[in-house]
């Protein structure tokens, strides 16, 4: 499990796969295993909301990482608004396609730099 924020920060410039209710972040980690972790922010709702969706999060990934997840990748879930409505099964099978499409290595366009000067 990730818990070092620089992980996360590394996380974020690898691969990106966006579905509805969550962001897959994936990256090479050099040898050391399959990782993963989740981050929800206050923007999707408060702490009860936030810590459900983490524990869903977690499950998902439980079941899918062992299978389906890249080995010696870090695998970060970002969650989004929306997200703790949505159908359990349906989550799992976005997972799925999310992981498959990382395989592959098609993510998403990456983003551009949001209001950052130089």
Not at 14 to 34: I, M, T
Not at 54 to 63: G, H, I, N, V, W
Request: no cysteine; aromatic share 4%; glycine share 14%.
């Amino acid at each position: 499990m990730l818990t070092r924020r620089s992980d996360f920060l590394a996380a974020n410039h690898g691969l990106r796969v966006a579905r509805p209710g969550f962001v897959l972040l994936v990256r090479a980690n050099g040898g050391q295993g399959k990782r993963y972790g989740i981050t929800v922010t206050k923007k999707v709702g408060n702490a009860v909301v936030r810590n459900r969706m983490k524990r869903r999060f977690r499950e998902l990934l439980r079941a899918a990482l062992p299978l389906e997840g890249l080995p010696d990748h870090d695998h970060v879930l970002i969650g989004r608004d929306g997200g703790i409505e949505r159908d359990f099964a349906r989550m799992r099978d976005e997972l799925g396609i999310a992981l498959a499409r990382a395989a592959e290595g098609k993510g998403d366009a990456p983003r551009g730099q949001r209001g950052r000067r130089r």
